[in-house]
Structures are given as structure tokens and as C-alpha cells.
């Protein structure tokens, strides 16, 4: 008799070239314990019906038990000749059991199977990283604590703009990681819906009772139309969207990160046990995990592609096609998970240089934009103001110094008596001081921000 579970109609070998195409137990063994999950709710569902007696369920619950034991120990063997996770269980289940273990796959197929376990799969990777994305944030609050005084250039077009502070900065990234876990929290909802009961695809006549497997399983509803639930990897898509947008979020800090270690900027010393050397050049402290943390994302956004591009013109209701869809999710999920955790040890451990930082701050006219201000503020109109102060630049420029130390007449030009007040907001320091608006890099904003985050993390 065939070892498959859908051996019946068939008679001689599957040829091992099919074999080797269509199985998915190389991959999705790491379903385990999910599938083990979601059999014991539906086995002790069936029971409650009245398809297994108590006894029989009970029996299944515990083999269920040991198998998974098993695999975890490393003790299970797997083969390609049983195709899936699915496949491996039920034939393990059945070697324990016999007819008993024949009866668990009573009113569901492994279409709504695979998807329920799929879906609990997701909803603990969304658990799992939104815990690590949670620490990332504090680590960044943290960081946004110990230097909060730290007044760095912020850029435009990677060119020196205007003043922000480092805990500034800090946050900016606490505020891109929490919509990231607000876009997991929206994902889980639209997951956390039951697709098991939708068998292969138009649902059973047996009298199966999905509610109590939802119950069991902590899914929110039951889905409404087996069609749908037997095909949908929207969750799936979905979820991988939002790694791939934490993966940008995280390219980016790299990238800064990488470019502020240089000795053309020098504002970080990362630390040694976050980077290597090289075979060749004594001297080097290379970044090789922040180069591959950014370099990492091609891989999530290419999972992201590879689903869409599976997903497209699939009619319903199930289609093979579908069990291409784990990889990418695995591959997606770890890797943004990698990256999340070392992002967060990074920003533990690094620390800024701030003699560097603060020996080249004057230059670039961080001030130009508050001066320019300033003038508003004395009732010269805006676009007038800024080409005053683009004059002013310019005669900077010439004379090789800061706007602070031009001559009082080149302000009192643009305005009597200007040169009096000035120095109050030209300087870096005078500059940030003088920031005022919510959500800026002023000071008291900032300080606000960080208790708001402490509060909340
Ligand atoms: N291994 C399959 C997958 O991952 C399980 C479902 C197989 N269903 C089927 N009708 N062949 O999608």
C-alpha cells in the first residue's frame, strides 16, 4: 500500500524526478509544531461532535504530543516519498495508532490544513518580531537618553541643513519602527481569521463544528466562504510587505551608520565585535553587519516580489503553486528577524565621537535657515529674508568664515539695528535653542517625546 496519503487511485512509483519537484518537507517541517496544534483542536473538536469518541481523541492528542517530541529532539525521520509536514504526521500518527489515527483527517484536506498552519506560523512570527521590533525601540530610546545634549548636523540631500539633537534623531526611528508594529498589529487581525473547516474547498457535509476549533486555537472568527479560505495568502503577502518595509527602515540607518563611521565624517566608533578586518589591510574595522543588514533587504524585497508574482492569476480555489509560497515567508521573517535583533544590540553598544562631531559643527551654515527666521520675526517678509541671508552666505564664502563673524554693518544693511540681535540666534547652539514648533527638534519637544516613549515602551 502507498505510504501517501492519497495513494488510492494510483498503482506503480511516482517517478523520483516528480518527487523531488513536488515535495516540501525540505522546508515546511518547520510548520511542526503548528500543524501539531491544529490537528489536537480539530481531533478534540471531532470528538465533540460525536466523529471520534472522547478516547480516540484523547489517544490522537498524545501521540500528537510524542511526534512532535520527537521532532523536536531531532529523533523523527523525514523523507521525500511523504511530500509535507502534513503527510509526515498523519503517517506517524497512523503507525501509532492504526485506524485510529486514520480517523483525524475526518472533514478537513490539507488545503485548509496547510493554510491554518500557515497562518498560525504568522501569527507567531508577528508576536516574536513585534517583542524584538519593541526592544529595538527602547534601545533607540536609550540611546536618545544618553545623548540627549548632543546636537548633530541634520541633512537634506546627504547635505549639512539645520541642528538636531541625537536623541532627535533617535526617535525619528522609534516613530518608523512603531508604524511597523502597527502595520503587524493590522496584518494579525486579517490573519487571525480560521480557515480550517473549508476542507478542500467547498467545505464538508460532515457535522464539524469550526467554532470550537477558532476557540481552541485563539483565531478571532471562523472565515465566511471556504472558496476563499482554502486560497487566500493574503496574510502572507501582507506580512512580507511589512518585513520588507522594516528592512528599508533599517537599510537606511545602515547606510547612515556605514557613512558616519568613515573617516570622512568620524562621528561613530562602532564596536569591534560589530565588524571585521581585513585579509589584506592591517588598519581596516570594516562594517560588514551594518553593509549586510543593508545589503540583507534585497532578499526580503525579492521574497516580497516572489510572492506577488506566485500569487498573480491563480485561479481558485487551491493550486500546488501555493506551497511555493514558504520559502519566500521564511526567508523573509528570518532575516528581518536577524536583522532586527543585531540593530538593536548595535545601537546598545555604539558610541558617537563627539569631539569630531562638535570640532566640525560651525561649518555649513546649520544657523542660516533660524537667521532667516529671525528676520521674519522682525517683520522683514520671508522671501525677502532668504535672500538676505543667501547674500550672506555668499559673503561668507568669500571671506572663508561663519555667519556669526561678519561684520555688523552686512546685517544692519538688511535691517537698522539688526546686527543688536542677532548673535541670539546665530551658533549651532543658539540655533537649535531657538526651535519652537511641535514635533521639532527643539529642546522641550524632544524631552517631551522621550518621556512620552518611556511611558510607552
Ligand atoms: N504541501 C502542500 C502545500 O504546501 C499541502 C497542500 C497539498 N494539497 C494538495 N491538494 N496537493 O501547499
Known amino acids: 500500500m502507498s505510504q501517501l496519503t492519497w495513494g488510492g487511485r494510483f498503482s506503480g512509483d511516482t517517478d ?68 509535507d509536514i502534513h503527510t509526515h504526521i498523519e503517517r506517524a500518527l497512523i503507525e501509532r495508532l492504526g485506524d485510529v489515527g486514520r480517523k483525524l483527517h475526518t472533514g478537513r484536506s490539507r488545503n485548509d490544513q496547510v493554510a491554518t498552519d500557515v497562518k498560525l506560523w504568522v501569527r507567531d512570527g508577528i508576536d516574536a518580531l513585534d517583542a524584538l521590533l519593541r526592544d529595538l525601540q527602547k534601545a ?5 537618553e ?11 540631500h546627504l547635505q549639512r541643513a539645520q541642528p538636531v539633537l541625537a536623541a532627535h534623531y533617535f526617535l525619528a526611528y522609534v516613530e518608523k ?44 472568527s471562523v472565515a465566511a466562504n471556504s472558496l476563499d479560505a482554502a486560497s487566500d495568502r493574503d496574510f502572507a503577502l501582507e506580512f512580507v510587505f511589512d518585513l520588507s518595509l522594516i528592512a528599508l527602515h533599517l537599510a537606511g540607518w545602515a547606510e547612515e551608520w556605514i557613512l558616519w563611521s568613515t573617516t570622512e565624517f568620524g562621528f561613530l566608533e562602532l564596536p569591534d565585535a560589530f565588524c571585521t578586518g581585513s585579509s589584506i589591510m592591517p588598519h ?24 506577488l508574482v506566485l500569487l498573480k492569476g491563480l485561479p481558485l480555489a487551491y493550486n500546488r503553486d501555493l506551497q511555493e509560497d514558504k520559502e519566500a515567508l521564511f526567508d523573509a521573517y528570518d532575516t528581518v528577524h ?64 561663519r555667519l556669526a563673524q561678519l561684520p555688523a554693518e552686512l546685517f544692519d544693511a538688511i535691517k537698522p539695528g539688526l546686527s543688536g540681535s542677532v548673535h541670539k540666534v546665530l551658533g549651532v547652539a543658539n540655533a537649535l535653542a531657538a526651535f519652537k514648533s511641535a514635533g521639532s527638534t527643539a529642546p522641550a519637544e524632544v524631552e517631551k517625546q522621550i518621556a512620552q516613549w518611556r511611558q510607552k515602551l
Open 140 to 144: 533607540l530610546v536609550e540611546a536618545a
Open 177 to 220: 519602527y512603531e508604524r511597523d508594529r502597527g502595520r503587524l498589529a493590522d496584518c494579525r487581525k486579517r490573519t487571525n481569521v480560521l480557515p480550517l473547516g473549508a476542507a478542500a474547498l467547498a467545505g464538508t457535509s460532515l457535522p464539524i463544528d469550526r467554532a470550537s476549533v477558532a476557540r481552541q486555537l485563539g483565531f478571532e
Open 338 to 401: 536577524a536583522s532586527v535583533e543585531l540593530a538593536a544590540a548595535m545601537i546598545r553598544e555604539t558610541r558617537f565621537r563627539k569631539e569630531v562631531i562638535a570640532s566640525r559643527l560651525e561649518d555649513g551654515f546649520l544657523d542660516a535657515t533660524t537667521l532667516m527666521e529671525h528676520l521674519v520675526l522682525q517683520g522683514v517678509p520671508l522671501r525677502t529674508a532668504h535672500e538676505a541671508v543667501g547674500k550672506l552666505v555668499k559673503a561668507c564664502e568669500e571671506r572663508r568664515c
Open 284 to 307: 581596516k574595522k570594516n562594517p560588514d553587519v551594518l553593509e549586510l543588514i543593508r545589503g540583507k533587504t534585497a532578499r526580503v524585497v525579492g521574497d516580497l516580489q516572489r510572492l
Open 146 to 156: 544618553r545623548d540627549r545634549d548632543l546636537v548633530l548636523p541634520g541633512y537634506t
Open 16 to 83: 523520483d524526478r516528480v518527487v523531488a519537484l513536488t515535495e516540501s518537507i525540505s522546508f515546511d517541517r518547520r510548520l511542526y509544531r503548528q500543524d501539531i496544534r491544529a490537528s489536537q483542536a480539530h481531533a478534540r473538536m471531532l470528538a465533540e461532535v460525536g466523529l471520534l469518541s472522547k478516547d480516540e481523541a484523547d489517544a490522537i492528542v498524545r501521540a500528537l504530543d510524542e511526534i512532535g517530541g520527537q521532532i523536536e529532539r531531532g529523533e523523527f525521520t523525514f523523507s521525500t516519498k511523504l511530500e
